[in-house]
């Protein structure tokens, strides 16, 4: 079995997730076994909708917080017909609005606030208790009540003091008591002082042997734990992103990305490292000698693939720019419609679309109207893009740091030209300079407007200059190397 470590997962989830996903599929391929382990608390949402949603199978997700009962992970199922049945009275009213109902009952300030999964169904997802105007409880489901967390009033403010996790039958599996930062899990046979201690006792339970593979792919806060439990079954650490910091290292001294620093120095406890590109295996092997007298084995697997290339079926939307990520400050969004904007003045006919999610969406918005942009330049929100690329003539990124970049893969699979910074470690990946796109050179000194003029210059050059027939060629043959086939074949040969 393959156990695949990770900590959270939302509706906008990042590149990690994604790459989980990817990974998911083609180890379900080549006839692998794997379990996807998710260990942050997911209590807005049930955790099998996130999961469902990028890809995974619910018999390929662990929880953290019901590996320890017989809850299975599932999609909601449970009804508002099934709550009324268990409400200590039927004299109440009921109103709702959206995805949100309540249940009034007798006297001040009693009520059951009940949060639905949608707007047109009765299937409840989470319930909040309040009695004489406090939060005193609140209840999640799935099939069943899967846990509750319970309150009383503290310095004027609701305080989650217990959550108890349930099994099916309604019974007690454990108990997480809440003391401010303190935390304690309360097992029938057990205490746990910490949430490391709780992941740590996870990881034994598992019972790994020499045939099972553990892959960490976010380490903060529980790597110890599993290296300490992962008894004789070997294992990998997956590197997203750039491993080191550029500006405080030298000759004598790498000042390692904190995210990696943990499995770096525990590197003899670690039977190989992944890196999703050549570039960043041939740096990292040379930094491990350099910096830790240390020869680890370090393989290069992409961490997506391609099923097939996607052609167009009709012509390509003349002068169209995509782009897709996290709506997050480091993708610099911001730049990229600044540069559509600019480029207008000598190409009028260019457009953007803009697809994901996240927190700076709003922002983003309010830069289009200043601009009075709206008519091209559009956020699309969260989508499937698979049969989308192949529509449009140019992918575009205002990143400067990325571990790989599946959407660059997912453009150039459509044929797309990329225009992007030469940053480690993505778009050199993706993009030969003047072949299927431009590779804008950056340094640390360059101002976002100086970024932003280039982004300009590099747009006006392609839809005036460049041969596009050539480009999107060029980029099928770039693609064809991260076909699926290919790189199954590297998961397979790693893992058995």
């Known amino acids: 079995m393959v156990y695949n470590f990770n900590l959270g997962i939302g509706w906008a989830s990042s590149g990690v997730e994604y790459a989980q996903s990817y990974r998911a599929v083609m180890l379900r391929n080549v006839g692998i076994d794997a379990k996807f382990v998710f260990t942050n608390m997911i209590a807005t949402e049930n955790i099998e909708h996130l999961t469902k949603n990028i890809g995974f199978l619910d018999s390929e997700i662990i929880w953290l917080y019901t590996f320890f009962t017989d809850q299975k992970i599932a999609p909601v199922s449970y009804t508002l017909d099934d709550l009324k049945k268990t409400l200590p009275t039927n004299q109440y009213t009921y109103t709702r609005n959206g995805k949100t109902g309540r249940l009034t009952f007798e006297g001040n300030g009693n009520f059951y606030t009940v949060f639905f999964v949608n707007e047109t169904e009765e299937l409840v997802h989470r319930v909040e208790i309040v009695s004489r105007g406090f939060l005193i409880r609140k209840d999640y489901f799935t099939y069943g009540r899967v846990f509750s967390q319970y309150y009383a009033p503290l310095d004027k403010k609701a305080h989650m003091y217990l959550r108890r996790f349930f099994n ?73 992103a750039d491993h080191f910091v550029e ?79 996290r709506l997050a400050t480091e993708k610099h969004v911001d730049w990229i419609i600044e540069a559509v904007v600019k480029a207008r003045e000598t190409v009028p006919q260019l457009s953007l679309d803009i697809y994901g999610k996240g927190g700076e969406e709003k922002q983003l918005q309010e830069l289009i109207k200043k601009h009075g942009a709206e008519s091209y330049i559009v956020l699309r929100g969260q989508q499937n893009l698979k049969e989308v690329y192949q529509d449009y003539e140019l992918y575009l990124s205002g990143s400067t740091s990325e571990g790989f970049g599946l959407t660059l893969m997912e453009a150039v699979g459509g044929g797309l030209p990329i225009i992007g910074f030469d940053v480690r ?69 790693l893992m058995e």
Do not use: C
């Open 247 to 325: 500006g405080g290292t030298n000759d004598d001294y790498i000042l390692w990305n904190n995210f990696y620093e943990y499995s770096f120095a525990m590197n003899k406890h670690i039977d190989f490292y992944i890196t999703a590109t050549d570039e960043q295996n041939k740096l990292l092997k040379e930094q491990f000698l350099k910096y830790n007298g240390a020869d680890p084995a370090i393989y290069t697997i992409p961490v997506g693939s391609l099923d097939e290339l996607k052609y167009p079926t009709a012509n390509r939307k003349p002068y169209s720019i995509l782009t897709a990520s």
């Open 425 to 493: 470690y993505g778009n050199p990946t993706f993009i030969d300079d003047g072949e299927n796109g431009y590779l804008i050179p950056i340094d640390d000194d360059m101002t976002g407007k100086q970024k932003i003029d280039a982004l300009t210059d590099r747009l006006v050059r392609l839809f005036t200059e460049a041969d596009l027939d050539s480009f999107h060629k060029h980029s099928y043959e770039k693609a064809k190397k991260f076909l699926t086939s290919e790189v199954e074949q590297r998961w397979k040969s």
């Open 168 to 240: 099916e039958d309604g019974t007690v599996a454990y108990e997480e008591i809440n003391d401010d930062e303190n935390v304690v899990y309360r097992f029938p046979d057990r205490f746990l002082s910490s949430k490391e201690e709780l992941v740590g006792y996870m990881v034994s339970k598992l019972s790994l042997t020499k045939n099972d593979v553990v892959l960490i792919d976010r380490i903060t806060g529980v790597g110890q734990a599993i290296l300490q439990n992962a008894g004789k079954a070997r294992v990998g650490i997956m590197i997203h």
